[in-house]
């Protein structure tokens, strides 16, 4: 007598959270040397210097009922007003405090969004492949339907495609940038065809159809390029943040949900995502890391240490005569698997204890991800491994 | 084309956070000393001394991608047996860290649990009264019921009222323990009545009926007497339980669901509790705290701060003509209205900057609840505005 849907979801594991718990038992098991584990978007290295400082020194001269009494269920009103006045200065955002709600990171922010524009049961969201597979779990939480739409030939976005998959039940497209698993930036030019498309559509149905702009590796950036500001492009954006990646800081939960004074439906859409964090129990995002974004809102992360385990993989791995797909954002790489399937490619990985997530939960089957945000030791102990299972395919 | 509910929830605050945003405003407009504010239940008294040097030292030489990085969606290994190992010291509990869960505070605690017990449209909840107003909201997640049972006249549980309040459609009634707003501390005889019932109508029908155990206040218990330790009394009892009250941290949002192994469906139910967990966004319980309780599972508060507030309350306001509910757990004393209706006391209370909630929301509507984890200096600031208060009715 249990519902039967969380049952399901409890009994399997993400694929990836799966193949993490596979890679600690097996350390365990063998020792840390062992494995190299690309599964998860754990970062290996440590928060900056700037974030650790002042994890210190709010412990030790912050008032201490302050610092983990409860909040607003929204969050401190300084700490929204540190979000709002860095958005503001990088991107000319023109937000207030009062457009951010505090959450425990961005998986908890993209549900309260999807249950906030769940209005019926023919509702559907439509996820801009590739993409990260907990959406098809996160859209379902009012029992509304995600469906997939494809992305070009070079993981760009497809306006035409998009268009073709939009019915008036479409409440948000998923828009993931920088994009996790192909890193792809999305350019300025391929999202303003995507808001052409949406705005016209919005028009013809009359309801706004909204972009959820999922951007946890938003800092994470390589190449000198920039990351668009989406909702400067498309107004009826709604964004969810965390600051796991950019911080370093993926286990303590912290992030938010932004609605933009542009969205149409700007407070009923704000007291809609606080009723739906309400309903799943949220009281407020964890106190502690509130205050840290109000005191390092604009700290940014070692890039360059991403950067060099990015470009040292896709030369080795290119020389062994690997196909990747070489992007200059977040921290993953798509390889095509040699045997063109991605879940093939994985399971022969993991006989080596070199830990890779199949494509095929991304809408990208054909390819594995590596999550690069490891040690250098670790991509350096993985390449005469990569190197075998190119051999042994050939 | 918002969700109408989330909207509802979102636009309508809870009563008490209601209260406590007003308190914050007043106290910015006025200053500190112009608002006695015993709305929320929010310690004033910091975290015990060996909890604020845990978190320090932890910060200072703690690896800190462990101390900062994803655990396991159930939670820390390590943490999990701390856990375990204290439920089994205290109340020889018999459990494993293979039967906790954690989450980020009592809140997502219950919305999981009630999501993996809700098996149909027509699933019902009890909530023993008085009862947190929140479960209202909670038992909703997935669309089931929750009827209120009626307490006896001493706020003790009544046997009777649940047995007629009963139906094949309960999967589990809501025991506080103790109880909020109350501060009642069921006794074991009390206990095994309530357990004798819902064993009699779980054979009749079926299936078991749960206890789901929400025990935040486990450890604020005063005039030397002790919590039952439920699961031992009844089986079929799931724990949901958060350190923000006993450890002075209700903003950092750690705690667990604990699924002892005497429960009928335990493998299936704790499965059903990840899933439900996962479907709201739950990645992992705040990685930090997660630590903190694998160093601190058996601190205790400071028990004598709460219960010379407790005493002062009591004395102060019996002599002003209150009819007071002194009971031995929690932080709460209920207060019975002078004119009987606890929604207009704390609308001429609030007309005085005197913050105490109405009872009205926890279905015991001639009172008002007063939380008492404040300063004595706000204590002391109250009584003569009871005083005034009391003067006014009469």
Redesign the interface.
Known sequence: ???????????S??VI?EL??YG?QQRQALGDDAVCDFS?G??????PKGV?EA??RL??SED??A???????EGAAATREAVARSLNARFSAGVTRGDVFMT??A??????VF?????SPDTEFLALAPYFP?YA??T???GARMRVVPSAADFSLDPAALDACLTPAV?AVILKSPNNPSGMVYTEENLRQVAEVLTRRSREWG??IYIVCDEPYRELVYDGKAVPYVPGIYPNTVVCYSYSKCL??????IGYVLVPPTCE?HG???????????????????????VLVRECADEAPDLAFYDENRRLLYGALSEMGYELVYLAGAFYLLCRAPEGDGDAFSARAREQNLLVVSGAGFGAPAYVRIAYCVSRETVLRSLPIFRRLMEEER
Chains 1, 2 share one sequence.
């Open positions: 007598m249990v519902n039967r849907k969380a049952w399901e979801l409890g009994s594991r993400s959270r993490f718990a600690q998860l754990n970062p290996a290295t440590p928060p650790l994890l210190t412990t030790q201490p009922t610092l983990h009494g409860y909040t607003a269920a425990a990171g998986a908890p922010a993209l549900t309260a249950a906030a524009l769940t209005v907990e779990v996160f379902g939480i009012k409440q309801h706004p370093s800081l993926p286990g303590d939960r439906e009923d859409l704000l007291a809609a995502v606080a009723g739906a964090a309400r309903a799943i129990g949220h009281v407020c995002a964890p106190a502690t890391y509130q």
